[in-house]
């Protein structure tokens, strides 16, 4: 298989686990992060460049080709054309986000997705800036116009966490637990939450490849499994720290101008935020590890001394110190004036 990516976190993965089962893995990048394995055939070369994609597809053919790292939906329609009879499929690592009512609704694959322009291409993007799903769709639909639809996989992954994280969202609840003091945190201990450990996801998209499945797959953690409650838990358990937790209202949090998603990694109010259909992907084989072992998994990395690749999500991310001591002392004096 032609992993395209396969040095940061989902490539990773996706590299650990085909060669456990002995797969054939070559990676194609640009060399700024380097795969897990010096068993992998490295092919360097930016997908953005036409010669070095054709550079390699010589190196073919393939069996599949995983393309772990397509936003841009020009980049991606490139690489499929230029792949097309290099590698008998194509499996594409989306997102929820190409959805257009997500996270107001609850979605499943049928799900109407953002407008998408397989052509698109508009230079530098950041992350934040809500261009990511309306890419994320024109990027399916890239890849969508080169290969037909028994020959192509789509897969719609919600939060991924675990170990190589490097969006700071467990990250960032796990270095607040470490901290110790007392930790605000949104909601209910009883709401749920549906991440997916990257190595899960990783799993999944080997057990499609093995099968010769197509399609699309929307990818979450098990529903009504995990809470708020059990995530906080166990990062103070992995931490080995005491700290008080304090339960804030979410709609309270909002009036404050809390922005969601971000400052509180992965807390939204939105009725739809992991409402996400996964029973196709279950028919297929998709099985999740507790919230618990990705939890101390993620601390065990960052412990030893794991680096996340450097990006501008991290920025995103994270509540300032100061700002949360605010929150907590209007909301205790909002609970004692009741």
């Known amino acids: 298989m032609l992993i395209l990516g396969g040095g940061w976190f989902v490539g990773r993965a996706v590299v650990v686990t085909a060669e456990a089962a002995d797969h054939q893995v070559t990676v194609f990048n640009r060399g700024r992060s380097a795969p897990p394995s010096r068993i992998v055939t490295r092919v360097s070369g930016d997908r953005t460049d036409p010669a070095d994609l054709a550079r390699l597809a010589e190196h073919g053919p393939w069996d599949v080709v995983i393309d772990v790292h397509g936003v ?14 290099a590698a008998e499929r194509y499996v594409l690592v989306s997102t929820v986000s190409v959805y257009r009512d997500w996270p107001r609704e609850p979605v499943h694959e049928g799900s109407p997705l953002h407008p998408a322009d397989p052509d698109a291409d508009p230079g530098e993007w950041t992350w934040g800036t809500g261009v990511y799903g309306p890419l994320k ?3 399916e639909a890239a890849a969508a116009r080169v290969y037909s639809p028994e020959r192509l996989v789509v897969v719609r992954p919600g939060v991924i966490l675990g170990p190589g994280e490097y969006g700071n969202r467990l990250t960032w609840w796990l270095r607040r637990s470490a901290s110790g ?18 190595r899960d996801l990783a799993d999944f998209v080997l057990r499609l490849v093995e099968r010769e499945a197509y399609g699309v797959y929307n990818v979450a953690g098990p529903a009504d499994r995990d809470t708020w409650g059990d995530l906080l838990d166990a990062c103070l358990t992995a931490t080995g720290t005491t700290a008080p937790v304090e339960w804030v209202d979410g709609q309270w949090l909002a009036a404050q101008g809390v922005r969601q998603w971000v400052e509180l990694p992965m807390w939204r109010t939105a009725p ?26 993620t601390w065990a990395w960052l412990a030893s001394g794991g680096q996340p ?9 994270g509540l300032d110190s100061d700002w949360e001591r605010q929150l907590l002392d209007r909301w205790e004096a909002r609970q004692a004036a009741r």
């Open 137 to 139: 769709s024109g990027a």
């Open 72 to 85: 841009v939906p020009r980049h991606v329609g490139a690489a499929a054309a230029a792949l097309r009879d």
């Open 181 to 198: 003091g007392k930790i605000l945190a949104p909601g209910s201990p009883d709401d749920f939450l549906r991440p997916v450990d990257v």
């Open 309 to 317: 690749v450097t990006t501008d999500r991290q920025a995103l991310h």
């Open 272 to 297: 739809g935020t992991w409402a996400i259909d996964t029973t196709r992907a279950q028919r297929a084989g998709l099985t999740c590890r507790p919230l618990a072992e990705t939890v101390t998994d």
